[in-house]
């Protein structure tokens, strides 16, 4: 296998992961005078983020290692220890990959929480409260339980609620390394997935995900269809895919059409690099990370400097826009909603290009385990 091939397609699908996870937050349905893009789902982004994160790391890691034949607890210590350098170097890898963008997010979301508190008297409150948010999301928990509606609760959700899949990312990056060095890690995989969709359980089905991933980094080259049907049925899925239900509803359809999306990226014959699309995507897709992690913090600073009237002016002074919308409140929430998403991309490729690209280049070469 090459390591260093670079899959353009696979970031084309993850720039629609990106938006369907944007939408799913901040719909613009009406705008377009259509009910169909209120269906987009959240978690059929997520899906498709966690199988990519599985089958990339397939690809780019573990060709080398020593592997053992069966499970003994000596052997399995003898071989982590013989693969350290290996796996202390993907976990450094994955660390200098996720850090920077989250670290800016609980930056910024917590002087605005602090902001929210000392508004409502309540700092000692929002500083408990967010650290909570937090530990809670370390460990697997679940932080939307018995929430409230309204207060500052709900301000950390909405600050810091799209963390929770780091949460699954980050512990799958730890476990994976120590389940690679069996020989027949695939056996594993295959029957975790079982038992995952047998029974339905949330935190399962997240990993599951991931495991379909590794899945097809071992084993898309070996699966040929013909291209007829591989045309029809890249359709069907991206349709499957993109058309869902909004309360997370078809989990199951979300993880097999995201696999069959990233079976065919991985081939690089085009079939979804769409013109013009196809390069707008893929520049989402290799910023998507930022964008995902971002995008609800900086629509809460946006709305912190503008109000809706604000919006409403704009409508007011642009005279276009009323030939192509309805113009009502939902309307101008919805222009502040794709506004919203251009800046939050313009940010992303500042922060790529002068951020999380220049950190990883300069602090790569200072891995060293030995």
Request: glycine fraction near 4%; include cysteine.
């Amino acid at each position: 296998m090459n390591n260093n091939k670079y899959y353009y397609e696979i970031d084309i699908l993850r720039g629609i992961a990106c938006l369907l996870v944007f939408f799913y937050h901040f719909p613009i349905y009406r705008v377009l005078g259509s009910d169909a893009l209120n269906l987009c789902s959240g978690l059929a982004g997520v899906y498709a983020f966690f199988i990519i994160s599985g089958f990339i790391i397939t690809k780019t890691f573990g060709q080398q290692l020593i592997k053992i034949d069966n499970f003994d607890l000596d052997n399995w210590y003898n071989a982590f220890i013989q693969n350290r350098e290996q796996i202390f170097l993907f976990w450094y890898r994955r660390f200098l990959r996720l850090f920077p963008a989250m670290f800016l997010l609980f930056c910024c979301a917590f002087i605005l929480t602090l902001k929210f508190g000392i508004e409502n008297n309540e700092i000692l409150k929002a500083i408990v409260t967010f650290f909570r948010f937090i530990l809670t999301l370390m460990l697997l928990g679940d932080p939307f339980e018995n929430s409230i509606a309204s207060g500052i609760n709900h301000f950390v959700e909405r600050s810091i609620g799209v963390t929770w899949s780091l949460t699954y990312e980050i512990l799958f990056y730890l476990i994976f390394p120590c389940i690679i060095i069996f020989k027949n890690f695939l056996r594993i995989l295959l029957a975790f997935l079982a038992i995952s969709f047998i029974t339905r359980y949330q935190h399962l089905l997240c990993y599951s995900a991931f495991s379909i991933g590794v899945l097809l980094g071992v084993y898309h080259d070996r699966i040929k269809i013909n291209m007829l049907l591989l045309n029809v049925l890249t359709i069907a899925n991206l349709c499957a895919l993109i058309i869902g239900d909004a309360n997370g509803g078809y989990q199951h359809r979300y993880l097999f059409s995201s696999a069959f999306l990233i079976y065919v990226a991985a081939m690089q014959k085009n079939i979804l690099n769409f013109p013009v699309i196809g390069a707008v995507l893929n520049f989402i897709g290799i910023r998507s990370y930022f964008i995902y992690l971002m995008h609800n913090i900086i629509n809460i600073i946006i709305t912190t400097i503008f109000s809706v009237e604000h919006f409403a002016c704009l409508y007011n002074y642009i005279p276009k826009l009323k030939i192509l919308v309805l113009k009502d409140s939902l309307t101008i929430i919805h222009i502040k909603h794709i506004l919203i998403l251009i800046v939050t991309i313009l940010l992303a490729d500042l922060f790529y290009r002068f951020v999380e690209r220049p950190f990883i280049e300069k602090n790569r070469h200072r891995a060293s385990f030995n």
